[in-house]
Each structure stands twice: as structure tokens, then as C-alpha cells.
């Protein structure tokens, strides 16, 4: 039986869920959800796997990846998704792993226009890696700044005198995770905090005076958008396609964000832990490629003793070998390879 995808939404709702309608055969239903970051991917996937097979109805509610983590330790969800890995005493009391499923770059929306002009400067605007943390902590605060002018000498004369406003992630969330890792792997004396939250982790333990929150990338993407000078953090699918900063890289190049520059440094990435974990190298020095690239990691039990863990098992294992060769690119992303992949493969196979 054919099934259409229905995006629930309203005031009642807090996050956004995919469901799919359950057919006359009554498939048993699989409750998940966490990162935000992949669910621009995640939707399609679950929404071609739903229609392949009559056995099971995967479901996936975007809450970040805190709230994420949190419903798989307490069985809400049959299965996870997250950016970041469990703080130390908060883990699952029964058997899991981490299976890294797909990767994408974290990107840096401007709302900025050309003074003479009148034309987006997004796409535009270089940012130095120290620059990018100096912005984000709240002590560059003017877009005409000594040091964003010196690395953008080409439209230098067409950068407002625009305030910035900081928008960061009001909720727990693997996206502020792996950005805090990479300011502090350029700039730990300005960002010294790694957690999911960015409201604690800004210099001094509280946001900025010139920042606003957003909750999940949605919630970023709105409040940028309203906001003329504003600059936040999503993923690459959420920003669709909206003008986005060129981050330098190890090797000194301004790369702009794409699925393919993203590629570029996660092909590079290839310590990977026995847990399934990735220890991102954030400083890796490749030709073109973007720096702040991440892997996304789904949560899964290996115990036996939770429901359905073969539909988990077949969506997983179709999330990496199919979905991801198929869809990744086109809708912003980056399917896991090489080393990455095999590691993750053989981690499906514990699945129970």
C-alpha cells in the first residue's frame, strides 16, 4: 500500500515529527527522534523506506539531539539520533552503540546587505577561524571591524556599519556541540566550555548582549532571517541555500560550505573509535575542503530487549548502504565512506 508522508504541526506540537500513515495491515510503529541537524535527510529516508515495505512505520521527531539522547535512555524512543555523545554518567543502563550515518557541514548564515548595492554579502564575507569565535563570543560586534575588513579586501567598501547580532541555539543541541569543539580547537581561551549548551558555554557563562536564541536550526533560521546584520549556526540543509560565510581552513583557504567541500574534509576523518564515534580532527588540513564538517549518529540498542530492533536494524542499515548514496548530496549532506562506513556497517550487525 502506497503511503504519503504527514508533517504534524501546530501549537499542541513542540517539535517537528514525520509520521507515516500506518497501512491496513497494521506495520508496527517505531518511535524516534533527536538531532535536528539531519532531519532535512532523515524525512526522506524514512519516507522511502516506508513506501519499500509493508513490516514497519518509522517515525522521527526532531528535538535536538539533548532531548534526543534523553527519550532513548528512557525508552520513549525505540531508537536515536544525535551530534554529540552522552556526557559522562548520563548514558543508557542497557546495551547501545553509536552508528555514524551520514555527515554535513555546520554553516554560518549572514543577513547582510551591500551598502552601495543593496545585494546579499553572505556568500561574500571571509571569516578567520579566531574572527569567526571573536564573533560568536560577542567581542567583534560591528561588521566593519578592523579584522572582518582586512580579510575582506575585495568588497571591504560595500560592508555596512551593521551591528551583529549573535543567534545561537537556545536548546540542548549536538549542532552547538561540534561548534564548540571547533572554537575551541581555534580559540579555547575565548570558548573553553564543550557541552550542548550555548547559553553557559559564551565567555563569561552567559550569551552575549548582542545575541538571540532560536530553538533547533528552524528556530536560528527565523531569527536570522528577521534580523538585518544577524549571524547564527545551522546545517547545511536547513540554511537552504541561503547566503552563508566562507570559513578559512587549516591551510589558509576561504572555503564556501557545499556538500562537496564538506566531503572534502570528512574523507580525511578516519579515527574512528570502537564505540562508532569519530574523533573529528578540526584543524585537518585538505585542498577545498570546508572545516567545520560532522558526522550524525544514530543511537540503537544491541541488548535485544527493546521492541522492533529488527526494524531499526533494516532502517539503519538502509540510512547508510542506500539512502545515503542516493539522497545525501542533493539535499545538503555527506554519505559516510571509507573507513567511516565499514566501521559502521559492522556496528548494524550488533543491532537487536
Known amino acids: 500500500m502506497r503511503r504519503t508522508i504527514a508533517i504534524l504541526a501546530g501549537t499542541a506540537i513542540a517539535a517537528s515529527t514525520v509520521a507515516v500513515a500506518a497501512p491496513a495491515n497494521a506495520a508496527e510503529t517505531i518511535p524516534g527522534g533527536g538531532a535536528s541537524f539531519p532531519y532535512v535527510f532523515l524525512s526522506q529516508c524514512l519516507s522511502d523506506f516506508n513506501a519499500s515495505q509493508n513490516n514497519f512505520d518509522i517515525e522521527y521527531t526532531s528535538t535536538g539531539s539533548g532531548t534526543g539522547k534523553g527519550n532513548f535512555t528512557k525508552g520513549t524512543f ?19 552503540e553509536y552508528i555514524p550515518n551520514i555527515g554535513g557541514a555546520i554553516v554560518f548564515p549572514i543577513n547582510l546587505k551591500n551598502s552601495k548595492t543593496g545585494r546579499s554579502l553572505g556568500s561574500s564575507i571571509q571569516l578567520k577561524q579566531k574572527t569567526l569565535a571573536k564573533i560568536m563570543g560577542g567581542e567583534i560586534t560591528n ?24 543567534v545561537y541555539r537556545g536548546d540542548k543541541s549536538g549542532t552547538t556541540n561540534n561548534l564548540l569543539q571547533y572554537l575551541n580547537a581555534w580559540a579555547p581561551t575565548i570558548f573553553s566550555e564543550v557541552q550542548d549548551t550555548m547559553s553557559t ?38 540554511a537552504k541555500g541561503y547566503p552563508s560565510a566562507r570559513i578559512e581552513n587549516a591551510l589558509g583557504q576561504f572555503v564556501a560550505p557545499s556538500s562537496a567541500s564538506a566531503a572534502r574534509n570528512l574523507a580525511n576523518q578516519d579515527d574512528v ?80
Request: charged content about 20%.
Open 201 to 238: 558555554a559564551f565567555p563569561g557563562g552567559k550569551p552575549p548582549s548582542n545575541s538571540v536564541s532560536g530553538n533547533k536550526n528552524t528556530g536560528v533560521m527565523s531569527q536570522i532571517l528577521a534580523k538585518e546584520g544577524a549571524i547564527g549556526y545551522v546545517d547545511l540543509g536547513d
Open 78 to 96: 525505540v531508537y536515536a539520533q544525535t551530534d554529540s555523545k552522552f556526557s559522562t554518567g548520563t548514558e543508557p543502563d542497557f546495551g547501545w
Open 143 to 166: 561588521w566593519r571591524d578592523r579584522e572582518i575588513l582586512r580579510s575582506n579586501p575585495r568588497i571591504a567598501s560595500g560592508i555596512p556599519n551593521e551591528d551583529i547580532t549573535v
Open 273 to 352: 573509535q570502537s564505540s562508532g564515534l569519530v574523533d573529528l580532527n578540526y584543524k585537518v588540513r585538505a585542498k577545498g575542503a570546508y572545516p567545520i564538517a560532522i558526522f550524525s549518529y544514530a543511537l540503537a540498542r544491541t541488548d535485544g530487549k527493546g521492541p522492533n530492533g529488527l526494524g531499526v536494524r533494516q532502517f539503519v542499515d538502509y540510512v547508510i548502504q542506500k539512502c545515503g548514496p542516493s539522497r545525501a548530496a542533493s539535499l545538503g549532506f555527506v554519505p559516510v565512506g571509507g573507513k567511516v562506513l565499514n566501521k559502521a556497517k559492522a556496528l548494524v550487525r550488533d543491532i537487536k
